[in-house]
Every structure is written in structure tokens, then in C-alpha cells.
């Protein structure tokens, strides 16, 4: 299957509540990226982990990376409404940059 | 369903030539995204168009990038006397207005 498959597809949370996003890919990677889609607009970066690194923060956001089990999991703390978008993940390797379907994540005011 | 669909995968280009990635949208999308990857970094956001328009033009450089979405065929980045610089990973990305985001596969281009 594709290399960078997020789950779940779609997640509903009450505001204020952690949501967790998982990734998992099947081959070697150099790192892995986690991006966001607001409805209609472009993808903005959010975090990059490389792949010597197990864990990574920026703000409410909070990323970790397990190459044994080929998975990543991208925590998001405190939800907000504007936290309301589409999640990637992408997995950049020797045959490139590979992204999958994406969570697309819902927070309820 | 194809998908979207980016060709050449990899482009080699001497320093001075012009070079044109294409990117085939789903079908029935009409909103097209060009964005660039340099080594080792993440995208970064060039062009949005939808058909015969440019939207958010905001990322692409000022010289020598231009970019076009025409009522027929492909979307077309075109670079014009590349530099070395202008090696990167180019992709695009389709959606129908505000579902079915979907990247394509990428062109690898080699400035020599």
C-alpha cells in the first residue's frame, strides 16, 4: 500500500480535548513531515523529524517517530476551533517525497 | 481514477534552458497547488491556481517562474534560464474546492 498512510481518515473532538494522528509508511525514510490543509488554501509545514530523532515539539504540537515500527503520531494539545483542517503526513526517501491521503480533523466549539 | 498525475518524474536541464514540469489534476478537479522541495527541507508553497487563473501567486520567485492552468490541458510550471538553485523536488497538488486533496508523485529537477 502507499508509504505515509494516516489514521484515522477523519477525527471529531470536542474543543479543548487532545487529538492524536498517526502515520505509518513501509520503507526506509530520511525523515518524516507533517503538514496542514485548511479547506481551499495551500499545505503549511508544521514539524519535521528526521529520522535519528524520536521526538519533537513546536507549541501545542508534538511529534514522534518510530523507525522500528515504521510509524509516526502527530499529538495536538488544547484543540481549537482553527486546529479544524486536514492532516498530512510525508515520508521523504531515497524514491522521494510521498505523501498520504490525510486525517481530516474536526474540533466541536 | 488516475490521480494526479506530474510528468517527467525527473527533468535534467543545463544551466540557461527552460524548464516545464506538468501536472494533470484529477478529474473534475479545477484548484491546482505547485509547491517546491529543496533537500532535505519541507514544501514550500509556490502557486495556487484554478482554471485560467492565479489565485495565490505569493511563493513564486519574482524572475524567471511563471505558472498557468488553461481552460485545456495540464497545468504548467515553466522556469526560465535555470540556475543550480532551481534543483528541487517540484509537486503538485489538485483538489475540488474544499475536498479530495491529492498530490501527485513529484518532478525531480537536475539543474547541470
Known amino acids: 500500500s502507499q508509504q505515509g498512510e494516516e489514521d484515522p481518515q477523519a477525527l471529531s473532538i470536542q474543543e479543548g480535548e487532545n487529538a492524536t494522528m498517526n502515520c505509518s509508511y513501509k520503507?526506509?525514510?530520511?525523515?518524516l513531515q507533517w503538514y496542514r490543509q485548511n479547506s481551499g488554501r495551500g499545505l503549511v509545514h508544521l514539524i519535521l523529524i528526521r529520522s535519528n530523532e524520536r521526538e519533537k515539539h513546536s507549541g501545542r504540537l508534538r511529534v514522534t517517530l518510530d523507525t522500528s515500527k515504521k510509524s509516526s503520531s502527530l499529538l495536538i494539545t488544547a484543540s481549537r476551533a482553527a486546529d479544524t483542517a486536514s492532516y498530512f503526513c510525508?515520508?521523504?526517501?531515497?524514491?522521494?517525497?510521498?505523501f498520504g491521503k490525510g486525517t481530516h480533523l474536526i474540533i466541536q466549539p | 481514477n488516475a490521480g494526479v498525475m506530474q510528468n517527467p518524474r525527473h527533468l535534467v536541464r543545463r544551466r540557461g534552458q527552460e524548464a516545464r514540469l506538468r501536472c494533470s489534476p484529477m478529474?473534475?478537479?479545477?484548484?491546482v497547488y505547485w509547491y517546491r522541495q529543496l533537500p532535505e527541507e519541507g514544501l514550500k508553497f509556490m502557486v495556487y491556481?484554478?482554471?485560467?487563473?492565479?489565485?495565490?501567486e505569493s511563493g513564486m520567485p519574482k524572475e524567471r517562474f511563471s505558472a498557468e492552468f488553461p481552460k485545456e490541458g495540464p497545468s504548467i510550471l515553466r522556469i526560465q534560464q535555470v540556475v543550480r538553485g532551481d534543483s528541487a523536488a517540484y509537486f503538485c497538488?489538485?483538489?475540488?474546492?474544499?475536498?479530495?486533496?491529492?498530490f501527485g508523485s513529484g518532478t525531480r529537477l537536475t539543474v547541470v
Open positions: 497538488a489538485s483538489s475540488i474546492d474544499r475536498d479530495g486533496y491529492t
Open positions: 510525508a515520508t521523504d526517501s531515497a524514491d522521494g517525497l510521498t
Open positions: 520503507t526506509s525514510i530520511n525523515n
Open positions: 491556481l484554478q482554471k485560467e487563473n492565479i489565485i495565490d
Open positions: 478529474k473534475g478537479h479545477s484548484h
